[in-house]
């Protein structure tokens, strides 16, 4: 399946959705066009039997895909992704332009680029997600934040030892932006939100102030505003 071959891509999103500003953050270093639905987590939209069909999984973000008509077919069943990682590797195979994953040639970088990426999305991002921060105020009586800063602290620590013992580079890996970065820098704002001072890992805030010099950064991160806290 070709770029030349989608109809409509829709990203279903909300502001404040770190895993929905990975997508976000792609599509403007791509110039991929996407029309954007706005999930409100406030009032749980993403509750609703409405989007529940999108995704049963009730999380963010989602991409469904309208191929365009082929003579072949002149009807063809869209297709929904719902995970991060799935959405952005779909987007870095049709969209190839600019690389964010090194080639299978670059075996180090890639490598990297991909331990990077998997750091946030398995061991900073799920274990403190909104969803498990209710559950540990409502049903045992714990602080959501003080666990969250845990997450993201201990998680950054890892992050700025791997930029210390990598070849440096203004970004995570080398001086190009990578896949390791557009998933880096809405954690770092995530971690903004409960407090915690990018300030402890250097190499990464770093990594951090050059991204959020890219328009693409302050379009699709966190809050959609501008600023680096939302």
């Given at each position: ?45 993403q ?9 049963p ?48 040639s ?7 680029v ?6 946030v ?7 403190q ?18 666990w ?20 440096r ?36 805030k770093?990594?951090?102030d050059?991204?959020?010099?890219l ?16």
């Amino acid at each position: 399946m070709a770029s030349q071959a989608f109809k409509a891509l829709h990203l279903y999103t909300t502001p404040l959705s770190g895993c929905s500003a990975r997508i976000r953050i792609a599509a403007h270093l791509k110039n991929i066009p996407l029309i954007h639905h706005s999930i409100s987590l406030a009032t749980s939209q993403q509750t609703t039997p409405a989007y529940l069909s999108i995704n049963p999984n009730g999380s963010l973000p989602s991409l469904v895909i309208e191929p365009k008509s082929s003579s072949s077919s002149s009807t063809q069943e869209n297709l929904t992704i719902t995970q991060s990682p799935a959405i952005l590797d779909l987007l870095e195979t049709h969209f190839p332009n600019p690389p964010l994953l090194p080639g299978s040639s670059q075996i180090r970088a890639r490598a990297r680029v991909l331990e990077l990426t998997s750091l946030v999305a398995c061991d900073i991002q799920p274990p403190q997600n909104s969803r498990i921060r209710r559950k540990i105020v409502e049903e045992f009586g714990g602080d959501g934040e003080k666990w969250a800063r845990y997450v993201y602290e201990r998680g950054f620590g890892v992050y700025e030892e791997f930029l210390r013992k990598g070849e440096r580079g203004r970004y995570s890996v080398g001086e190009e932006v990578t896949m390791a970065d557009v998933f880096l820098v809405p954690a770092a704002q995530g971690g903004l939100r409960v407090g915690v001072e990018l300030e402890k890992w250097p190499l990464m805030k770093g990594v951090v102030d050059a991204c959020w010099e890219l328009e693409a950064f302050r379009k699709g991160g966190l809050g959609e505003h501008g600023r680096l806290t939302p």
